[in-house]
C-alpha cells in the first residue's frame, strides 16, 4: 500500500491555529482527516473528493479547512481556533469502501501513523 505520512502536529495555545499536512506520494482520489484522543473513539474530521467537495464534522464546521494539492499530492488540514477539546492524534486515510459513511473510521484501511496536536487553555 502506498503509505500516508503525517506531519504540522505541535502544541499551541487556545484560539491559535495549525496547518496538519498528509503526503500520499501518488495522486489519491479522495481523502479525510480523523482524529483520536486518550480513551476516545476515532473521529471522523473532514473529508474531500477528487472534486473538491468536502464534508466536515459539526464540532469543526467553520474553523478547520480540508484541501488538496493533487500535483504534490498533499492533503492539509488548516486549523483555526483551536480550543482545548481539539487535543488529540490527528490521523489521515485514503479510498473509503464506500462514499457514504465517509467519517467513519471504519470505512477506511489506508492510514498514516498520525501527528500529535495539543491544544492549552
Known amino acids: 500500500q502506498v503509505p500516508l505520512v503525517e506531519s504540522g502536529g505541535s502544541s499551541v495555545q487556545a484560539g491559535g491555529s495549525l496547518r496538519l499536512s498528509c503526503a500520499a506520494s501518488?495522486?489519491?482520489?479522495?481523502m479525510a482527516w480523523f482524529r483520536q484522543a486518550p480513551g476516545k473513539e476515532r473521529e471522523g474530521v473532514a473529508f474531500?473528493?477528487?472534486?473538491?467537495?468536502?464534508t466536515y464534522a459539526d464540532s469543526v464546521k467553520d474553523r478547520f479547512a480540508i484541501s488538496k494539492d493533487n500535483a504534490k499530492p498533499t492533503l492539509y488540514l488548516q486549523m483555526n481556533s483551536l480550543k482545548p477539546e481539539d487535543t488529540a492524534m490527528y490521523y489521515c486515510a485514503a479510498d473509503p469502501n464506500q462514499d457514504v459513511h465517509v467519517l467513519d473510521f471504519r470505512s477506511y484501511h489506508r492510514w498514516g501513523q498520525g501527528t500529535q496536536v495539543t491544544v492549552s487553555s
Open positions: 501518488v495522486y489519491t482520489y479522495r
Open positions: 474531500i473528493r477528487g472534486d473538491g467537495r468536502t
